[in-house]
């Protein structure tokens, strides 16, 4: 028998009775209705194939393949999310604030993350719920940002914002860097409509939005900083520690999330699908 149950008060649930192995109507509606509800989805005692965890990712839309990292050299629709055991003192994918690749004109909607081989301890993923975010915001914040577009950039990809050498991630994900494209100014709004449930989120994040449109970068600054503060209080976060077999399905538009670098020594591998739906709105 299938049961959800809340894992904090504002993101994430845990599907319990759940086999993703073979996903019939049944189980993709539980998975819907879940992800539309808590935003984040944890599943565990998995173990999935790469077509098992495919086939669940087209659950919640048509997979997509991203620019910029490289897939598994058999599939393009996989990233491997790794970091080697030697691969100390240095940066890790995803190492702050941010919601996937939100730079381009179509970000990814959502994703699926698949535990394989996990430290002995640390590597946690954090998301934080933005709905609960814009909900909650003090009434002049919310006026400053009412009806506004923010900018967002590629910045670790490009040329203008290319991270120095030693905050750079794992160098066992192979991404493509200095490529000018990835500077080009991409506008979204400042406050999303969730189009499953019909309510507003926040859409900006550290990694990849550099001001809001109407106003200069450093105009921008601190009206920014204010909303990432707020939008990243653990009231409206969830911090997932992984098991093996472990899946974590999670709405790319609702939450931003956060990959802890807090095991140097220890090897990490989780395979990444990713799903598509129409691009951000107001």
């Known amino acids: 028998m ?3 149950d809340k894992l904090t008060g504002f993101t994430g649930a845990e599907i319990r009775g759940l086999d993703l192995r073979v996903v019939d109507d049944e189980t993709a509606t539980t998975l819907l209705e879940a992800l539309a509800a808590h935003h984040v989805v944890i599943v565990r005692d998995q173990n999935l194939s790469l077509g098992q965890q495919k086939a669940v990712t087209e659950v919640f839309g048509p997979l997509a393949t991203l620019p910029y990292i490289d897939p598994l050299p058999d599939d393009a629709q996989v990233i491997a999310v790794l970091k080697e055991a030697h691969e100390t003192d240095m940066g890790v994918f995803g190492g702050d604030w941010h919601s996937d690749f939100s730079f381009l004109a179509n970000p990814p909607a959502g994703s699926v993350l698949a535990a394989v081989e996990l430290p002995p301890h640390g590597g946690d993923t954090v998301w934080a719920n933005q709905v609960a975010a814009h909900r909650t915001l003090p009434r002049d914040l919310r006026d400053a940002i009412d009806g506004t577009d923010a900018v967002h950039v590629g910045k670790p990809y490009g040329v ?7 905050e750079r991630s794992s160098a066992s994900i192979g991404m493509r860097r200095g490529d000018p494209d990835a500077d080009e100014n991409r506008l979204h709004p400042t406050v999303i409509t969730v189009p499953e449930t019909d309510e507003q989120a926040l859409f900006v994040n550290p990694i990849y939005t550099t001001r809001l449109a109407h106003l200069s970068e450093s105009e921008s600054a601190p009206i920014l900083d204010e909303l990432y503060r707020h939008a990243t209080r653990p009231d409206f976060s969830y911090r997932h520690r992984w098991e093996p077999g472990d ?5 790319n538009r609702t939450t931003m999330h956060y990959a802890t670098n807090d095991y140097d020594g220890h090897r990490r591998l989780l395979h990444r699908t990713t799903f598509a739906r129409e691009a951000p709105r107001r």
Do not use: S
Not at 160 to 166: S, T, V
């Open 2 to 4: 299938t049961r959800i």
């Open 160 to 166: 203008r914002w290319a991270p120095p050498e030693e």
């Open 247 to 251: 899946v974590a399905i999670w709405n």
